[in-house]
Nanobody
C-alpha cells in the first residue's frame, strides 16, 4: 500500500504561483508513475502532469505546458507541482496519484493509477 498526502493548495490571484507537494509513504516501489490530476465542479478528473520516476521523463497536458512543472525529491519521497501564471481555469481540486502504467500514452487516464491522495484545493481569482 502507498499513502499520498497533498499540501500547498490555497487561494491566489491570477498570475500568481503555488507549489503543491505530495508526500508518499508505504510501499513506494509501486510508484513508478507519479501524477497530478485536477477536478473542477461538474467536470471530469483531468490529468495535468505526470512523472515517470525511473527515467525522470515528464508529461503535461497542453493547457499547462510552460506554466507547470512536476518534479520529485527522491530522498523525501515527495513529488511537487510548481504552478506559475495561474488563471481562473486552473481552479480545481488537485489530486496526487501513483501507480504503474504499461503504456505512457495512457498517463492521463485516472483508472491507470492505484493510489490517490485526499486532494488539495486551488482557487484562482481573476
Amino acid at each position: 500500500q502507498v499513502q499520498l498526502v497533498e499540501s500547498g493548495g490555497g487561494s491566489v490571484q491570477a498570475g500568481g504561483s503555488l507549489r503543491l507537494s505530495c508526500a508518499a509513504s508505504g510501499y513506494t516501489f509501486d510508484t513508478t508513475w507519479m501524477a497530478w490530476f485536477r477536478q473542477a465542479p461538474g467536470l471530469a478528473r483531468e490529468g495535468v502532469a505526470a512523472l515517470y520516476t525511473p527515467g525522470g521523463r515528464t508529461y503535461y497536458v497542453d493547457s499547462v505546458k510552460g506554466r507547470f512543472t512536476i518534479s520529485r525529491d527522491n530522498a523525501k519521497n515527495t513529488v511537487y507541482l510548481q504552478m506559475n501564471s495561474l488563471n481562473a481555469e486552473d481552479t480545481a481540486m488537485y489530486y496526487c496519484s501513483a501507480g504503474r502504467i504499461r503504456y505512457d500514452v495512457r498517463w492521463r487516464e485516472p483508472n491507470e493509477y492505484n493510489y490517490w491522495g485526499q486532494g488539495t484545493q486551488v482557487t484562482v481569482s481573476s
